[in-house]
């Protein structure tokens, strides 16, 4: 009985045992801070997320899914798909009470805040082209483009 209180039972061996060991501490330490850093993101994500007034959340996402299921009918169900996904962007900015008569009036206060929702003017231009150009045609690419950066849009805002 060589031990003293400090030995903690380790023992040294041909293949370096005390800094086998002390290494599996520094990755288990390392594993237990990535937790701890996710954990804080996906609380301060859940705490960040702005009160809604006149939608939920669910109501929101409900929609989302009917408007990717349009998108899916051909070019004209994407057309509509676009329509639709201005019209649900628009409720969702007036929901977290952006001041502006317009979508595009809110959305240029709301890119003060959310720097992000600078990519979905691409989108709302190509919906007020659809809407006001009668001969104005789009491709499935840009259709589909357009879907995501409105998506985007909502999950910068974090309603989505």
């Known amino acids: 009985m060589d031990q003293t209180i400090f030995d903690f039972g380790i ?20 594993f237990a801070v990535f937790i701890f850093i996710a954990l804080a993101i996906v609380i301060r994500r859940l705490l960040s997320r702005p009160d809604l007034h006149g939608m939920s959340r669910v109501e929101i996402e409900k929609r989302w899914l009917e408007i990717e299921s349009l998108a899916e ?4 169900g994407s057309k509509m798909a676009i329509v ?6 628009d409720s969702a900015l ?16 709301a890119q003060y805040k959310y720097p992000e929702l600078r990519k979905v003017w691409f ?3 190509l919906r007020n082209q659809l809407v006001h150009e009668t001969s104005f045609e789009i491709t ?3 259709a589909r483009a357009a879907l995501h950066e409105f998506k985007h849009a909502l999950k910068v805002l974090n309603v989505l």
């Open 84 to 89: 639709e996904a201005d019209k649900l962007l």
């Open 73 to 76: 009918q051909g070019l004209m």
């Open 140 to 142: 499935k690419a840009q």
């Open 94 to 109: 007036k929901s977290i009470m952006m001041p502006g008569m317009t979508l595009g009036e809110r959305l240029k206060i």
């Open 11 to 30: 023992q040294e061996t041909a293949a370096g045992g005390p800094r086998l060991q002390w290494t599996l501490v520094f990755v288990v330490v390392v």
């Open 123 to 125: 989108a709302h231009k």
